[in-house]
């Protein structure tokens, strides 16, 4: 069985989990209707994309 030879320092153990943060979603606003929708998707409320309708609006 594998035994670390040293302990692990809180410095060295929390710069190892530095990248495990989660970052909250990305969000832009739709230029039609104004709402705030992922970038690059079709927009839910109104259903267009770059401008163009591409799905029937929500009710």
């Known amino acids: 069985m594998a035994v670390p030879k040293k302990k692990t320092s809180k410095a060295r153990r929390d710069k190892r989990r530095t990248h495990d943060s989660l970052t909250p979603p990305a969000v832009s606003t739709c230029a039609k209707c104004g709402e705030p929708s992922r970038p690059h998707h079709v927009c839910d409320k109104c259903g267009t ?6 799905k029937a609006a929500k009710e």
């Open 49 to 54: 994309y770059a401008g163009k309708q591409i």
